[in-house]
Structure formats: C-alpha cells, structure tokens
C-alpha cells in the first residue's frame, strides 16, 4: 500500500521560512517523479515544485528564488524548503509521487500553510 505523508505545515510570519517533508512508503522512489502541489482557497491546485529521477527540478514563477525542492531516494523523502514567505504562499502542500513510465500518481493528505502579514 502506497502512503505519502506530508509534515511541517504551519503559521508563519510574512517573511519567514518553513520546510515540508514528505514520507514515502510502498513504493520504489527512484522510479517516482516527486512534486509539491499547492491549493488555495477558492483556486485550483497548481505545481510548486518538481524533481525528477535525475534531479531535474522545475519551478513554479512564483517561488524561484524562495523555495528549494530535495529528494533522498535511499530515506524515500523529498523536503520543500520554503524562504522569504508570503500571505500568497498561503495554501495546503500536497506531495505527489508520479510513476515515471506509467504516470499513474499518488498525493499525500495535504499540509496547510499559512503565512501572515
């Protein structure tokens, strides 16, 4: 059974930082694209931030500069270091995990951000 288990979630000041884990289990990471999505409040979910099997990384305008996406293949994690935050950071952070020949993808519960100004 696959899990993804997001943590690191929280409130936090305009300005400040957070990093979000994200726990594998049951499946073979080193055949999973890895990603942070995020939704806000009345939007659609949209990609944060991605790395590929290779460590190819993509990321979203809003967040180059600010955020860092890392994966440990051996540990089954991949982590989301978020910098310089703002109130439009604000959103829950899902983790998807995407089969690299299947594309079949699995998400985490989601853990809630929210950045105060």
């Known amino acids: 059974q696959v899990q993804l288990v997001e943590s690191g979630g929280g409130l936090v000041q305009s300005g400040g930082s957070l990093r979000l884990s994200c726990s594998a289990s049951g499946i073979i990471a080193n055949l999973y694209r890895m990603a942070w999505y995020r939704q806000a409040p009345g939007k659609q979910r949209e990609l944060v931030a991605a790395i590929d099997t290779v460590g190819s990384i993509d990321y979203a305008d809003s967040v180059k500069g600010r955020f860092t996406i890392s994966r440990n293949n051996a540990r089954k994690t991949v982590s989301l270091q978020m910098n310089s935050l703002n109130p439009e950071d604000t959103a829950v952070y899902y983790c998807?995990?995407?089969?690299?020949?299947?594309?079949?993808?699995?998400w985490g519960q989601g853990t809630r951000v929210t950045v105060s100004s």
């Open positions: 998807n995990a995407r089969h690299i020949v299947t594309a079949y993808a699995y």
